[in-house]
């Protein structure tokens, strides 16, 4: 998930979303998350670009299930 700003609270609501409903309610298997904050003004072009987040994604797509 990515979001603009990189403050602690950013990403509280969407992690308890996910494990509630996700993997508590639905039971899927988590499998971890990648938080990209500070990706880019909420009024301009996006910034994920100069972050090394989209390596970070990469990478764990690749490895998602080799564990």
């Known amino acids: 998930m990515t979001s603009a700003d990189n403050f602690f609270w950013t ?3 969407a992690v308890s979303y996910y494990q509630f ?3 508590n309610y639905i039971g899927f298997q ?3 998350m990648l938080l990209a904050g500070g990706c880019g003004d909420t ?3 996006a910034q994920i670009d ?3 987040y989209l390596q970070k994604a990469y990478d764990f797509g690749e490895h998602i299930y080799s564990e």
């Open 21 to 23: 409903a996700i993997v």
């Open 30 to 32: 988590d499998r971890g």
């Open 50 to 52: 100069k972050t090394d």
């Open 43 to 45: 009024n301009g072009k």
């Open 11 to 13: 990403f509280e609501q």
